[in-house]
């Protein structure tokens, strides 16, 4: 049906509009389900976790411990890294939130880069310790390996932490400050027990204390201790020495009294205690202690549930991942008040007499059944024509099943570039993902060229000369006239002559949870619209290698007068990096529209010059908007859509564009096969088969207008 | 290219030397597989110049022709083409075509990037026959004693889309290269960009620590040709974190988060 006002050609060739606003608490960054109001750290977490593997080599997922006591969801593949969700309050030395969030993933980072956990000369004794890593088979050689491991780790951090200002000078002045900020907050050592003193001692120096104030019976113990862990601070010093120095101090502290008394102390500087590190004693002591406290540092431990006392094993990579969360309480869309539920009460429309297809299958060719029972139109008010009052505004109409007409000016379609996303990780990870169904897919659509080549005129470089063309440049050279260059011919192969623009659903309910994937527990939470994107990703790549003209675009509305139309890509226009970043920022909004999207996809797509023409509508359900028939009652906006749709589809085929339905909704009654051709509509059971589906799909319809093609030139 | 005087700097990472001269003692084609920017196009150069050393003068005035293959690269462009001049057409010898007679080494750089109908001509060059069938003039050249064709190509950013027909891989000896080691790269990136050894030492642990996200699909790279550029830049006096921002962080990635991350890795590394 043709629109009131022309689309000009090359939609955005001149213009960079923003797009549409996403809703309030949605957008790129915010991980599906996080809560508003997060963590601090949820702005900079792509780049934390970024930083994170570029220094370590690792996938680390940040985790506010302090907020999600079962923890968020960790792949198996990702260090989970502990963090509170705000960092210290830091009146007095300006260390930025920010900052102090990059000093404690570096200091994690760093743990791996410098092979805190690669325990040398480690063998399994028995098939019993095998299993477990390296650095607890270590510490379960002393008499108390909980002791061992509190001591390794305060040991490893000071070693870790100097080689930091060696490696990252640039970070030097953000751990300083991280450093002295710690140390207004620690406790006095003349308070606690013996050994719990020289564990503190140990950790303020560890974070760069001069000297403590510590008890007189202390200096013994000091003056053995501060020299091993200094020796940490050699650059060439690996987690060797901290083995070594492990085992010495462990001794020493055995060698203190456990009963807790107040001492008088005084004050010492650990540059008194200079002499060399002893030679560490052969192997690690049995006897056991009892409970040593090493109070935390809140840029290098999570502080667990033992009342503040930090928990060591939680900062290792030894920990399984978190128990993912009850299904029960998830807040997803099984949830008692999930829309599924809700939508499970509209399973079939009212006076429906087909049963609903089999999931996954295509349904069987079956007549169109009379959707109904239609309510009489009397007594609706005429609504009014729509104006376009923007330059990427146009009005459509909508066909009125009840009334038997169409509504003339009944729609308003806004056109908007659809918003960058700051970044691609998540397509990135699902092209790696789907990898391996691209090479198949590329050779399956090469398969289909068009046979032949055409022999092309007048080049500048080509295998043979242009007789014709030469001829006329060497009159022209004879003539003294400067000749065209152009005198070779050429052999193309015949143009790829279709054009394709898919359609993706954004309403609101493609932003619910899928539920999780059996064969991948640990996977991020995914979204109809992740699927729908990655579907889109896939297939973009093997697009771009065999020449099909393609457009991305995404459809949502609210309300007749406000259908949405986001474009990832024109048809006309090139890929760039932006369409990537577009096709992330794609957000969910509001509800599905789905016939006047069809319309001015189909103008679009009818204005090309391809010999073949295709549209893909990708959704999730059924189409629904606020007036998309209610003013016949609720009862009847099923009905209404579903006909407005099955009119848009049938205007589309006699433009000669053919298109294809595509549901993911496993629940759903499959709405839409009732105004599909059969084979023009395909349901997929589980969502996470889209981007596979897709693929076949294309190819099949590819395939089809191939034939088409080839039958209109041979009549 | 003809020879120069001093060789191209080279420094080898594995046995790359050695094999390649035993390639090209039984003259058996070359494939050098490897990412952007990690020396294969300097190896050939330092290969050819070896080797036409070795000949003391009986060779070619170009022992090396190197050509950037492309998808609109036609065959005429390797093989030749006839040009047109006010005494009427005249025949030009394509660079392979160059090399198969005169016994050069021929080196086609990004060789997927070919269309598949071109690469096809290689195949009688490349097994026993060791010939060119040039059509236009009706004649097939026999290829010099001396000639060899190297080919390479990246098979990270390629693999996926693009490939070797397996009939013309399998006619190749295969060498692959990746980036240094950081000790080695950082020699590498002092003698190439003249910056204080200190700094190349910084720079090969920054590019080193970078590549992590090229193992996760993130970016590319960074090359040790980028890391030379940022040397370069240092060398002139552009402060090291200015340095990074312009020729690293933007060159190498659009993505806002992973340029966030590089950057900050960036000035953690440097101090200024």
Redesign the interface.
């Known amino acids: 049906m043709r629109t009131d006002r022309p689309a000009p050609e090359g939609l955005f060739a001149h213009s960079h509009g923003a797009g549409h606003r996403p809703p309030d608490g949605a957008g790129p960054h915010r991980p599906p389900g996080a809560p508003a109001g997060g963590a601090d750290f949820e702005p900079d977490r792509a780049r934390l976790s970024l930083g994170y593997r570029i220094l370590s080599g690792r996938a680390g997922q940040l985790v506010a411990f302090d907020t999600s006591p079962t923890g968020r969801a960790v792949p198996p593949d990702a260090d989970a890294l502990y963090l509170p969700s705000h960092p210290p309050a830091d009146p007095h030395h300006g260390l930025a939130g920010r900052e102090w969030y990059r000093v404690a993933v570096v200091h994690r980072a760093l743990h791996h880069l410098l092979g805190s956990f690669a325990i040398p000369g480690d063998e399994p004794a028995d098939d019993e310790t095998r299993h477990r890593p390296p650095l607890l088979r270590f510490t379960a050689r002393f008499g108390s390996p909980a002791l061992a491991l509190k001591i390794f780790l305060t040991l490893e951090d000071l070693r870790v932490d100097a080689a930091a200002r060696r490696l990252l000078p640039g970070l030097a002045e953000s751990y300083r400050l991280a450093c002295h900020q710690e140390l207004h907050e620690r406790p006095p050592l003349t308070m606690l027990p013996a050994r719990d003193a020289l564990a503190e001692a140990l950790v303020q120096f560890s974070i760069g204390a001069d000297g403590v104030v510590a008890p007189r019976d202390l200096d013994p113990a000091l003056a053995r201790a501060v020299p091993a862990a200094r020796a940490l601070l050699d650059p060439r010093a690996t987690v060797g020495a901290t083995l070594a120095a492990t085992i010495r101090v462990y001794d020493l502290v055995l060698g203190l009294p456990e009963r807790a008394a107040y001492r008088s102390g005084r004050a010492v500087r650990f540059d008194e205690f200079a002499g060399d590190a002893e030679q560490a004693p052969g192997s690690p002591s049995r006897a056991a202690a009892g409970p040593v406290t090493f109070y935390p540092v809140a840029f290098r431990d999570f502080v667990g549930e033992s009342g503040g006392a930090p928990d060591p094993e939680s900062r290792l990579p030894v920990t399984q991942p978190v128990e993912w969360l009850d299904a029960s309480t998830a807040p997803g869309p099984d949830g008692p008040d999930g829309p599924r539920r809700r939508r499970s009460q509209l399973r079939h429309p009212p006076g429906a007499t087909e049963p609903a297809p089999a999931e996954g299958a295509r349904p069987a060719a079956v007549s169109r059944p009379v959707i109904g029972p239609l309510v009489p139109a009397a007594g609706v008010a005429v609504a009014r024509r729509l104006v376009p009052t923007g330059p990427h505004e146009y009005v459509y109409p909508e066909w009125d099943g009840v009334a038997g007409r169409y509504l003339d000016g009944h729609c308003l379609v806004k056109v908007a570039r659809a918003p960058l996303a700051r970044s691609q990780h998540r397509l990135r990870a699902a092209r790696a993902r789907h990898a391996g169904l691209l090479p198949d897919l590329v050779a399956a659509l090469e398969r289909l060229q068009p046979a032949g080549r055409d022999v092309v005129r007048r080049q500048r470089h080509g295998a043979d000369v242009d007789l014709d063309a030469a001829i006329e440049a060497m009159i022209d050279l004879r003539s003294g006239v400067v000749p065209d260059d152009r005198v070779y011919t050429d052999t193309q192969q015949r143009r790829r002559d279709v054009a394709v623009a898919f359609a993706l659903d954004l309403s609101a309910s493609t932003a619910e949870a899928l539920p999780p994937d059996p064969a991948d527990p640990g996977a991020d939470v995914t979204r109809a619209i992740d699927v729908e994107r990655e579907a889109v990703s896939l297939l973009i790549q093997a697009l771009e290698r065999v020449g099909d003209a393609y457009g991305i675009y995404g459809f949502s509305g609210a309300g007749r007068d406000d259908v949405r139309l986001s474009v990832v890509k024109d048809l006309t226009e090139r890929r760039t990096t932006r369409t990537m970043l577009r096709l992330e920022g794609l957000t969910p909004d509001r509800n599905t529209r789905i016939g006047a999207a069809v319309r001015f996809l189909t103008e679009q797509l009818t204005r090309t010059d391809a010999a073949s023409k295709v549209l893909f509508v990708l959704s999730d359900g059924r189409p629904y908007d606020l007036d998309y028939g209610q003013q016949y009652g609720e009862e009847v906006s099923i009905p209404y859509a579903l006909a407005d749709t099955g009119r848009a589809l049938d205007e589309a085929r006699r433009s000669n564009v053919t298109p294809y339905l595509v549901t993911i909704d496993a629940d759903e009654a499959d709405y839409l096969s009732y105004v599909s051709d059969p084979h023009e509509y395909h349901a997929i059971g589980d969502a996470r088969e889209l981007p596979g589906a897709l693929a076949e799909l294309y190819v099949a319809a590819r395939a089809s207008a191939v034939r088409g093609v080839a039958a209109g030139n041979l009549r | 290219m003809p020879i120069a005087e001093s060789a191209p700097y080279y420094r080898p990472v594995g046995d790359e030397v050695q094999l390649f001269l035993a390639a090209y003692a039984q003259r058996i084609p070359v494939l050098l597989k490897g990412p952007t920017g990690c020396g294969k196009t300097r190896f050939v150069e330092y290969m050819a110049w070896r080797i036409a050393r070795e000949r003391d003068g009986n060779g070619p005035d170009e022992p090396l022709l190197t050509v950037t293959c492309h998808d ?1 690269m ?4 390797l093989v030749g ?2 040009l ?3 005494d ?2 005249s025949w030009l010898d394509g660079p392979l075509t160059r090399a198969v007679r005169t016994g050069a080494i021929c080196y086609l750089d990004e060789v997927v990037e070919a269309r598949k109908d071109t690469t096809v001509i290689l195949h009688a060059l490349t097994d026993h026959r060791r010939m060119l069938p040039i059509e ?1 003039l009706g004649t097939t050249v026999r290829a010099h004693p001396d000639f060899l064709l190297v080919v390479s190509y990246n098979p990270g950013y390629q693999a ?4 070797l027909k397996p009939s013309t891989r399998q006619r190749f000896t295969a060498l692959e290269f990746g980036y240094p080691s950081p000790e080695l790269e950082a020699e590498i990136v002092a003698h190439e960009s003249g910056v204080d050894p200190e700094v190349a030492r910084t720079l090969a ?1 920054l590019g080193d ?2 590549r ?2 090229d ?4 970016i590319d790279g960074p090359s040790t040709r980028l890391l030379v550029y940022v040397g370069q830049l240092i060398g002139r006096g552009i402060p090291p ?1 200015r340095a990074c921002e312009s020729a690293l962080v933007s060159a190498i990635t ?5 340029q ?3 950057r ?2 960036a ?5 200024a």
Do not use: E, P
């Open positions: 609109d036609t065959a005429s462009d083409r006839y047109l001049s006010t009427g057409t236009r996926v889309a693009k490939d642990f620590r970078l992590n996200l193992g996760a699909g993130i974190r659009d993505d806002v988060d992973a966030d991350a590089i900050d890795v000035k953690a590394v440097f101090d």
